[in-house]
């Protein structure tokens, strides 16, 4: 089971921390990755982290504002989101994967991912 909280209504420039807390599977869990989706848009990846190494992963339009982290010993990841702009408007979904590669670097997942049930961020003045 994973779920998300943290998001909210935020100015442009604002922050926002998410967290995604896992539970009930977590040792066949190698990565968890953060996903978007804004009305009328697919689905697509934002950030990722392989929770062996820490290892992150951005999606280019994110990188140098969002931060993506671990702690195992809670089993959550956080990602946190400064310098927020509209555009960043979506409901965010956290999902876990056995498999590191598809999931963070092609952004992709499969019947063996999870998924939480999103949070909205919504960043407008």
């Known amino acids: 089971q994973l779920v998300e909280s943290g998001g909210g209504l935020v100015q442009p420039g604002g922050s926002l921390r998410l967290s995604c807390s896992v539970s009930g599977f977590t040792a066949d869990v190698y990565a968890i990755g953060w996903f978007r989706q804004a009305p009328g848009k697919e689905r697509e990846g934002v950030s990722c982290?392989?929770?062996?190494?820490?290892?992150?992963y951005y999606t280019d339009s994110v990188k140098g504002r969002f931060t993506v982290s671990r702690d195992n010993a809670k089993n959550t990841v956080y990602l946190q989101m400064n310098s927020l702009k509209p555009e960043d408007t979506a409901v965010y979904y956290c999902?876990?994967?056995?498999?590191?590669?598809?999931?963070?670097?092609?952004?992709?997942?499969?019947?063996?991912?999870?998924w939480g049930q999103g949070t909205q961020v919504t960043v407008s003045s």
């Open positions: 999902a876990a994967a056995p498999t590191v590669y598809r999931l963070c670097v092609l952004w992709s997942w499969g019947m063996d991912a999870s």
């Open positions: 982290i392989r929770r062996s190494d820490g290892t992150t």
